[in-house]
């Protein structure tokens, strides 16, 4: 209590410590000039009085100084001091400032940044209230973790005694008609909690009501903001008023406040659509988000048992054949899910920055220690005057703490323009991208997010802490040496073996830390070359893509669409620079189906039973309509295309790629046999027909380029029952692709214009295949750049650092050295001498580095593609590297060395 | 004496500081001299100085160099407030005052004092 009473007196005269010295002054005046006159009034000498009293108070100064220490911490005022002299001195010698402060911005600035890219996405809280209480549901398919289909958003709904509250959701885009020009803009289709869920403020009108959210319900839309702005200029009447999305008005019901943002899509949405979820609606397909607000003291491992209870008891006896795989359904929390793989990227990045910093530190503590050195006199001197050794040791590491603290500042104005570098590199999300794990929302955020708190204080504790560790091992050996006796030794010593120990344990720090960064770096360069060196089954080249949403038009039945691609597709050939022109459901590397079918010829035997359905196996499902296989140039290995007489009338045709005819058809020809497609799926596959296997196709990477091949089924877009066309282009907008002759973007405007004209539909979301592509492995290459970067900086660091260590060992000991000489030294031994030092030490730092590299290696595994952890290729190039480095950094000084002339050695003190 | 309570002759150090004493004052007792001449009511520093040495008929003098770094330490310690007034010779001086805090330890010390006193009074008559 008495010691809190007294810190708090301090704590606050930290505050007016001009009042407190005015005050000592004024109340030592007041004593002073009431004993002048005591004197007076005891009748002396006027002229003497003053200088009567001076004598008798004694020292003044003292006095006063003693009363100010009662009220300082004395640590603060004496930290204070050093910080101030440590100013003076670092401005006295600026070259080593400077690079002592911007290696450490370097390695700051780099933790800086990446700090402020995890806390936007990883630990800023999501702005709902008790955001800690959402949960994402992620399905467990093998390992892969998948969004939701409409099934799982029922179990999910059903779950009352965990869940308070669910909610689905997914983009999508749409054509805005009636007046103006069609265009196309991005909705959020949401089943009715969504807004109440994620804490909507509606501005006019109300949220969706559950009748509103029934299969086939009503066309109703709430607007955003921005788009009743945009549209409507903020018109107070909009409701009730009608606005027209494909061909269908849609009632207003309501307008969602300005900025909201539920941060669940890329881009914030334009309109708000109920989602209208059929539960009975069982496709292979899981595109729905589905998110839930668990009830109030339910735990994530309550509501995962819960779960698995609920599919037990979904799956219980109608689960046969499907030994050995995995499903599972989890209710991840929101924020972590939301994360997705980017967790695992800001792990590794966060092991490279830290790493980046450890060798800036050790760099800098060379610098430090070297400079130690040549202030030698100057701290004996302030030993010998009586500063205690613990306060001068202090003061170099408050010293180096400064250093740090500026590198910081350095780094914090710095980190925006790095940030923006990371978010840059950082692909866009696709919203029709397989697997929700590579969409991260919030990383924008992360740009203008350096004044949050939370990045300025792990700035600040990042910047403290990194000075301290650099002014640790100098501290260390400046306290060693100074408890020897110092001022005696004027002349430098014979050999600097106390100093080199310290000097040796940087060598050794910062190549090892080096290498293990460059062997991470390493790896993820092969295994972007392996990316790219996949070959997808497809020409990427020379091809163009775009979207066009036909829902809701008179081109959603099996008719209409089969209208539309004969038509526009006329339209398309004759636009200059086409080559070749279809269309499709989906595009490889986006959005694939997956449908179980059964082998006619062999229909009673072999089947897997799940529910309702019986299946032989399940399939890759793509509507296309003739010449997709042209334009992506993927081979007809046997058999024939697709031509525009397989249409409706004509009998029901599929080509099956390779791998499906290679396992179902081993030892006979798929061609003589016929596949029957989605029984059981839903009620409107009973119509699709059974199917003549009329070609065979190369096989296609159409689910990821890392990802392994499975059989693929292709039908024709004219043979597709009403209703699976209805249900598919309500779930996606349908692709026209065209192959060209140059640059796929040149072809893009008279493309649109020719599809416009068509259908009156606007096209969007253009993209050349190869961008696609480069979008599917944009996470590979973020983490590779950076790691690269990382890496390259690493080993210049560390090659800097070693040679200038190395250095100035050589010229510590050039007295040495000349003695070496005179007594008859070849200058080769002297060279010998100091590589072999060097080189003994690189090696030293190189086997640790490497043990380092294996171990993280191990870690990385999971990011690896087409590489071992353990790739000695990878292994080998960077220890030689490093003994390349290490041997240039010990021979430049050491050739240095075998010029000292040893008269002038000699001289030199 | 009574059950655990221990005289001291010179008061245990207060955050590593040792005291300064004055030169005629019985080591430690300076602080408890200050108090209790507060006790009667505020004053300022020279008041203080004069009040103990009238008070001991000139046998006491507390100088300077003691009197207010010890004063500045008991209000670091909230024994004493301190505030600015005006003198009987109209002039601006900072008048110190007792606190709750103070009054106890003026008890205490003072007790202290007297069983220390009786203590040396005992072993000085015996002898």
Partial sequence: MQVLIEAWHRFLALFRRRQLEQDIDDELAFHLSMREQEHLEAGSDPSEVALATRREVGNVTLVKEQMRDRWIFRYVEEAAQDARYAVRSLRRTPSFAIVAIVTLALGLGANTALFSVANAVLFKPLSVPEPERLVRSVTDNNGVWMNSSPATFKVWKDAGAIFEDVTAHRFDIVNLTGDGRPEQIGVARVSEAFLRLFAAPVLRGRAFTPEEDRPNGPAVAILSYSLWMRRFGGDESVLGRRIVLGSVPHAIVGVVGRGFDSEQFQSLPDIWLPLQADPEHVDGASIYQVTARLRRGVTYAQADAHLRDALDALNSGARTGRGGRRYAWIARPLQDAMAGSFRASVNLLAGAVALLLLIACANVAGLVLVRAEVRKREMAIRAAIGAGHGRIVRQLLIESVVLSLIGGGAAIVMGPIIVRL??????????????????????????????????LSFSLVVSVAAGLVTG????????????????????????????????????????????????????LIRTSLAMRSVDPGFDSDHVLTMRMAVTGTKFETRDGIAELAREGLTRVQTVPGVIRASTTCCMPLETVWQLPFVIASRAGEGLIKTGAMSFHG???????????????????????????????????????????????????????????????????????????????????????????LRPAVYVPMAQVPDGVTIANVKLLPIVWIARTAADPYTVSAPMERALESTSGLPAGRVRAMRDVMSESTARHRFDMWLMTAFGVCALMLSAVGVYGLISYSVQQRTREIGIRLALGAAPGDVWRLIVRQAMSLAALGILIGVAGALYLARIMTSMLFGVRPHDPVIFTVVVLLFAVVAVFAGCVPAGRATRISPTTALRCE | MTGGARARIIPQSVMGETREIAGQLVPGTLDMLILKTLNRGRQHGYGIARLIQETSREVLKVEESALYPALHRLEVRGMVRSQWGVSDNNRRAKYYQLTALGRRELEREAENWRLVAGAVALVMRSL
Avoid: C, K
């Fill in chain 1, 472 to 523: 640790l091992l100098p501290s260390l050996h400046v306290f060693r040496t100074l408890s020897h006796s110092t001022l005696q030794e004027t002349n430098a010593p014979i050999s600097g073996m106390r100093w080199l120990t310290g000097r040796a344990a940087l060598v050794i720090i910062e190549l090892s830390l080096a290498l293990v960064l460059v062997v991470a770096a390493g790896l």
């Fill in chain 1, 422 to 455: 990371f978010v840059g590199l950082y692909p866009g999300t696709n919203p029709f991208m397989i697997g929700a794990d590579e969409a991260v929302p919030r990383i924008a955020q992360a740009v203008g997010g350096m004044l949050d708190w939370r990045v």
């Fill in chain 1, 618 to 708: 399940m399939g890759g499902w793509t509507f296309v309509s003739p010449g997709y296989f042209d334009v992506f140039h993927i081979p007809i290995l046997r058999g024939r295309d697709f031509s525009l007489d397989d249409d409706a009338r004509a009998p029901g045709v599929a080509i099956i790629n390779e791998a499906m005819a290679r396992q179902y058809w081993p030892n006979s020809d798929p061609l003589h046999d016929r596949l029957i497609i989605g029984r059981g799926m839903r009620a409107a596959y009973a119509e699709d027909p059974i199917r003549q296997i009329v070609g065979i196709v190369g096989n296609v990477h159409d689910t990821g380029l890392t990802r392994n």
